[in-house]
């Protein structure tokens, strides 16, 4: 199938700017949940009760992806990637700015969290339908050899829309705190609007995936794609859940949890920390193309183990370094743990892809990597922030829960490579030219 030789680049290029968009809009409300939201939707005399129900409806947007990833896994193998990826966007970017214009508690009561919840449950929706598609959109139209290095694109919309996310709550944490309370966590909510509307006119003109064209010109695509993979394919959702755990929990341990951990448990001001994860992200943005890179040339199956490895031993330099209250300090010992999983993340999106049949990509890919999301990255803020006020002052069971998340991780891709190595051995050897 032959395709415009602009189509992987802006295929790409389309992956990473939609899925910035989703996760600004994702990680605005991590971050208010941090900061703003228990005080808003859920006061109480208890400061640590108002961030636990409001990281708990962060858990509920985690709980909704599963059934999405099948959802849209389904509709993906059978309609296409392209329809799916501007349907999520759309449904994002509605229920982001229908955050940003709910009432308080104070003024409609009950009916505030209720309407957070739903919204977050929709945002939940969105998300777990658009990181399949946009992973195998990138894939799906690279050059051979190059499909890793291209799904990467995808993942770092994960930086960027952070990026933007702390861009957005550094300026309106810089109002004073009534202001700040009232209207000011508003604005990056209602800015999700603006960003809808581009990302949209952007994947607008990319085309469908080749390898999802060719398969539905043969008559190929599954009748009940999820049903197919679970049946098939039990394995391969497995390892690949396990292997994105830390790619996944991780970045809600040192992006979200850490918030509340520094502000409410070390006083370290807002300000502060804000700044500090804004220059650990930029060095997240750089370092993940570089992992990619660096995976294409050493093995992808290599550079996994051993960033999951690593990933195993910095929590306990990086609690160290934060405990020293330097801003420079604090800055290297988080980027130490974020750009060592993040060297996983950008690179498991396309090494687990492979492992599934192209006619099951979408649901097999959604189904991994939505299930961990709800199991792992929801209930890591609140796990966090249970174990902190249970062992006030010691960060030992902090790090060895970043150390048995990150081993889950290299579990999964030590499995992953098994099974991708008995693929290779069954396949048949090529023929000799006659």
């Not at 309407?115 to 690279?142: C, D, P």
């Not at 992808?300 to 051993?306: N, P, Y």
């Not at 195993?312 to 750009?339: D, E, K």
Request: proline fraction near 5%; charge should be positive; aromatic fraction near 12%.
């Amino acid at each position: 199938m032959r395709t415009s030789s602009s189509q992987p680049r802006r295929a790409a290029a389309a992956a990473f700017v939609g899925t910035t968009i989703e996760f600004y809009d994702f990680y605005i409300y991590a971050t208010a949940a941090a900061l703003i939201l228990g005080q808003v939707f859920f006061p109480s005399s208890n400061p640590a009760l108002s961030t636990l129900a409001a990281f708990g409806t962060f858990a509920v947007g985690f709980i909704a992806r599963p059934m999405a990833g099948m959802v849209f896994g389904h509709l993906g193998d059978r309609l296409g990637r392209k329809k799916m990826l501007l349907f999520t966007m759309l449904l994002m970017g509605l229920a982001t700015t229908g955050i940003g214009l709910l009432p308080s508690y104070a003024s409609v009561g009950i009916w505030a969290p209720i309407g957070l919840v739903t919204l977050r449950i929709v945002q939940g929706i969105s998300v777990g339908g658009e990181w399949g598609g946009a992973v195998l959109m990138a894939s799906e139209h690279a050059p051979a050899g190059r499909k890793t290095f291209y799904a990467s694109f995808a993942q770092l919309g994960s930086p960027a829309g952070l990026l933007l996310a702390l861009i957005a709550f550094r300026l309106v944490t810089s109002l004073d705190a009534e202001a700040f309370a009232d209207w000011g966590w508003r604005l990056p909510f209602l800015a999700s609007g603006v960003l809808m509307i581009i990302g949209l006119a952007i994947r607008f003109g990319v085309e469908e995936s080749p390898e999802f064209k060719a398969i539905a010109e043969k008559g190929e695509t599954a009748k009940y794609p999820v049903l197919e993979v679970l049946r098939t394919c039990k394995r391969q959702i497995f390892y690949a859940a396990c292997a994105v755990t830390i790619g996944s929990a991780g970045f809600f341990f040192t992006n979200t949890f850490m918030l509340t951990y520094v502000t409410q448990y070390q006083g370290i001001s807002r300000a502060t920390i804000l700044d500090c994860l804004f220059l650990v992200t930029i060095l997240q943005f750089i370092s993940q193309p570089i992992s990619a890179l660096l995976a294409e040339r050493i093995g992808e199956g290599r550079f996994l183990m051993l960033a999951a490895l690593l990933s195993m031993a910095v929590p306990y330099p990086m609690f160290l370094l934060v405990g020293t209250q330097n801003l420079a300090l604090m800055t290297l010992g988080i980027a130490m743990a974020v750009v060592t999983l993040s060297g996983l993340y950008a690179v498991i999106a396309g090494y687990m892809a492979q492992a599934f049949p192209a006619h099951l990509r979408y649901s097999g890919i959604s189904i991994a990597y939505q299930l961990i999301c709800a199991i792992a990255g929801g209930s890591t803020p609140i796990i966090g922030t249970l174990l902190a006020t249970r062992y006030a002052g010691q960060w030992l069971p902090l790090a060895i829960f970043f150390s048995l998340l990150a081993g889950i991780s290299l579990f999964g891709v030590c499995g992953l490579a098994r099974l991708r190595g008995e693929t290779m051995a069954a396949a048949p050897a090529p023929q000799p030219a006659i």
